[in-house]
């Protein structure tokens, strides 16, 4: 593989590829699609071709004059969101336990949904993988 191949991000393409994974749009990436579009005046979709990205995707990038980082918008529909704060507070107290959050959020909040739900609701709250 060359240089150039992996300066372009068509290394990083190929392994996301191959790993099943989804690319998501940090800023070097951003910058480097504005570069394409801009300076090397490519088109979306060759961009969108060569980064392995969905040309909506660089669409979005090109029309955006500065960097966002991706952000989840919060539910307010779940079993969970009355107890938000209390979670944020409490899981790092007690390590991120699913079972001991449930098992308060039950005893002493009132709520009724399942073990299954806590511990997704956690996920984002842990330790890094």
């Given at each position: 593989m060359s240089l150039d191949e992996v300066e372009s991000g068509s290394?990083?393409?190929?392994?996301?590829?191959?790993?099943?994974?989804?690319?998501?749009?940090?800023?070097?990436?951003?910058?480097?699609i504005q570069r394409m579009f801009r300076s090397e005046r490519r088109s979306i979709s060759a961009i969108?071709?060569?980064?392995?990205v969905d040309r909506k995707t660089v669409r979005r990038c090109v029309r955006s004059a500065t960097w966002q980082p991706y952000q989840r918008a919060p539910r307010e529909d779940t079993l969970l969101a009355d107890h938000e704060d209390f979670l944020r507070q409490r899981a790092p107290q007690v390590r991120y336990s699913a079972r001991i959050l449930h098992q308060e959020l039950?005893?002493?909040?009132?709520?009724?949904?399942?073990?299954?739900?806590?511990?997704?609701?956690?996920?984002?709250?842990?330790?890094?993988?």
């Open positions: 290394m990083i393409a190929v392994q996301a590829e191959q790993s099943g994974d989804r690319i998501m749009v940090n800023k070097d990436r951003w910058e480097q969108a071709r060569e980064l392995g039950c005893a002493g909040r009132g709520f009724t949904g399942n073990y299954d739900v806590v511990k997704r609701f956690g996920v984002p709250y842990g330790r890094a993988a």
